[in-house]
T-cell receptor, first 114, second 117 residues
C-alpha cells in the first residue's frame, strides 16, 4: 500500500534555531512530493519537488528531494514563532484510487518558543 | 483569484442528526476533494468529484456522501452523526482530473469544524 511517513511527529525549538523535518514515501509511479504548512485551518502550499526540480528554496525555507532514498527534507533556518504550525508532506497517487489523488503523512507539529 | 471557500466554518450537532457542508472551489477548478482531519489520524481522504461525477472514494461508511453541481461547487453530507465524526472537514480544489493536464497541487479551504455531542 502507498504511504507517506513523517518524522518527528512533534518538535519544540527556540527562536533562531534551525530545524529539519523528514518525509519518506513509498508511492506507486512516484512523480512529485508536496509540502504544506497548516497553521490554524487550511493547509497552504509551500513547495512541489519533482525529478526536474529536486531542490526548492523560499526565504528561510528550503526543501530537497532524494529519489534514491525515497525521502525529502524541509529545512527552516532562523526559526520564528510564526513558523509554529503543522507541516504536511504529500505525494500524488495514480488518478482514481481509493486513497485519493494525494496521500498525506500525519504531519510534524513544530512549536517555536520565543 | 478568490480561494476555496467553505461554509459553515463551525457546526455543533447532536448524535443522530445529519449535516451538510458546502465547498466552492477556485474559479476554473473542476476537481473537489474532501478530507477529514483528526489529531490522531491526520488527513484522511473521503471522496473526490470532477465534473459532477464522483471519481474515487475513500474508506468511509455510506453515511458519508457528497455531490457536485454544474458550477463545480460541492456538498458533503453526513447522516446519523456519531461522536467520532467530530473533526475538521477540509475541501481542496485542483485542476487535475481524468484526461486533463496533470497539476498535482491542491488548494485547501479553511475547513468546517464539526463537533458532535
Amino acid at each position: 500500500e502507498d504511504k507517506v511517513v513523517q518524522s518527528p511527529l512533534s518538535l519544540v525549538v527556540h527562536e533562531g534555531d534551525t530545524v529539519t523535518l523528514n518525509c519518506s514515501y513509498e508511492v506507486t509511479n512516484f512523480r512529485s512530493l508536496l509540502w504544506y504548512k497548516q497553521e490554524k485551518k487550511a493547509p497552504t502550499f509551500l513547495f512541489m519537488l519533482t525529478s526536474s526540480g529536486i531542490e526548492k528554496k523560499s526565504g528561510r525555507l528550503s526543501s530537497i528531494l532524494d529519489k534514491k532514498e525515497l525521502s525529502s527534507i524541509l529545512n527552516i533556518t532562523a526559526t520564528q514563532t510564526g513558523d509554529s504550525a503543522i507541516y504536511l508532506c504529500a505525494a500524488p497517487l495514480p488518478y482514481g484510487g481509493s486513497q485519493g489523488n494525494l496521500i498525506f503523512g500525519k504531519g510534524t507539529k513544530l512549536s517555536v518558543k520565543p | 483569484k478568490a480561494g476555496v471557500t467553505q461554509t459553515p466554518r463551525y457546526l455543533i450537532k447532536t448524535r443522530g442528526q445529519q449535516v451538510t457542508l458546502s465547498c466552492s472551489p477556485i474559479s476554473g477548478h473542476r476537481s473537489v476533494s474532501w478530507y477529514q482531519q483528526t489529531p490522531g489520524q491526520g488527513l484522511q481522504f473521503l471522496f473526490e468529484y470532477f465534473s459532477e461525477t464522483q471519481r474515487n472514494k475513500g474508506n468511509f461508511p455510506g453515511r458519508f456522501s457528497g455531490r457536485q453541481f454544474s458550477n463545480s461547487r460541492s456538498e458533503m453530507n453526513v447522516s446519523t452523526l456519531e461522536l467520532g465524526d467530530s473533526a475538521l472537514y477540509l475541501c481542496a480544489s485542483s485542476l487535475r482530473g481524468p484526461g486533463t493536464s496533470e497539476s498535482y497541487e491542491q488548494y485547501f479551504g479553511p475547513g468546517t469544524r464539526l463537533t458532535v455531542t
